[in-house]
């Protein structure tokens, strides 16, 4: 970060961004909003976005791998198609209450977690299995680390558990209490072999492989609703409507960004790095929220 930072603005949503993913096999970005529509957007933020998928509900979720993509909607249902061929979108009755957490397992098995406490593994558009998760409310986030898979419930609680295979079960997870009123978010950092979480409370907090907290840091005025990091720098959008960086290795605050500096006005629900390595080779970051505004940090 520095002299050479710019910030874009993608306008076009007209309701609020829930979600934001970056498609290195297409070299674009991808937005869910609260309108109904997927959008997709250039590398640099230039140019108009293009829709991709419509609905009559909001879009809660967005992720992809490889030239796979898939999108959530409010009302459970469950779109996939790859990034070359938009046309050939499939779609799903996944969950009920909506689906808000998506996530490609390490043998790229799709996996979708709902409204309705359970998380679906999918394979080719096909339903293969599903766990169920009582008391979890809803499923808020599904991430993976290569040895296990971290789950966040709106009940606060999160789990730790083997990565999920058909047959497999999850009543040996490790329960975490980890955020009170909400876990929203988790990343793994591989540096450090730990996992970092946040939710409701306002808080980062740091867990061991096997569960056990190592530090709370109040983070935020609100609810962190997202966490992403390009590999050096921790960032983190909340609902108190500012956006916020930290040193990955020992989440030593960095920097603020508001509205004051041409952030945010409204809470902040989406957030996407550019993975560590990828083309173009300069950092960049996508959040976006309430004002329907996504924005384009390039540092």
């Known amino acids: ?3 050479n930072e710019t910030t874009a603005h993608l306008s076009g949503h007209q309701g609020a961004i829930y ?15 609260g309108d109904g529509i997927v959008a997709e957007w250039n ?7 293009r829709a991709l998928l419509h609905h009559d509900k909001a879009f809660f979720s ?21 990034g070359n061929e938009p046309e050939s979108v499939t779609r799903m009755e996944a969950h009920s209450n909506g689906l808000f957490a998506l996530a ?8 979708t977690g709902g409204g309705d406490e359970r998380i679906a593994m999918w394979i080719d558009a096909e339903h293969q299995f599903e766990w169920r998760l009582p008391g979890a409310q809803k499923i808020r986030c599904l991430v993976h680390s290569p040895t296990s898979l971290f789950i966040g419930t709106t009940s606060g609680k999160a789990y730790l558990c ?9 009543q040996n997870a490790v329960e975490i209490n980890g955020h009170e009123g909400g876990c929203y978010a988790a990343v793994w950092l591989p540096q450090k072999k730990a996992w970092l979480s946040t939710g409701r409370d306002g808080h980062i907090r740091a867990w061991t492989p096997t569960g056990e907290e190592i530090l709370s840091i109040p ?33 030593t605050f960095i920097r603020k960004i508001t509205h004051r500096d ?24 996508l959040y976006g929220g309430d004002d329907r505004i996504g924005r384009l940090l390039t540092y």
């Open 162 to 170: 083997e990565h999920l295979e058909p047959g497999r079960s999850i």
């Open 62 to 82: 967005i992720g992809c791998l490889s030239n796979m993509r898939a999108a959530g909607a409010e009302n459970g249902e469950l779109f996939t198609w790859t």
């Open 219 to 251: 983070a935020h005025e609100g609810a962190i609703y997202r966490m992403a990091s390009d590999g050096t720098i921790l960032w983190t959008a909340s609902r108190d409507k500012t956006l916020k960086a930290w040193k990955a290795n020992d989440l």
């Open 104 to 111: 490609w397992s390490p043998s790229s098995c799709l996996l």
């Open 19 to 33: 979600d934001a993913a970056w498609d290195p096999s297409t070299q674009t970005w991808l937005t869910a909003g």
């Open 43 to 49: 590398a640099d933020g230039s140019g108009e976005g």
């Open 1 to 3: 970060m520095g002299t």
């Open 262 to 285: 041409g952030g945010s006005a409204r809470s902040i629900n989406a957030l996407a790095c550019r993975a560590e390595g990828s083309s173009p080779t300069s950092n960049a970051l």
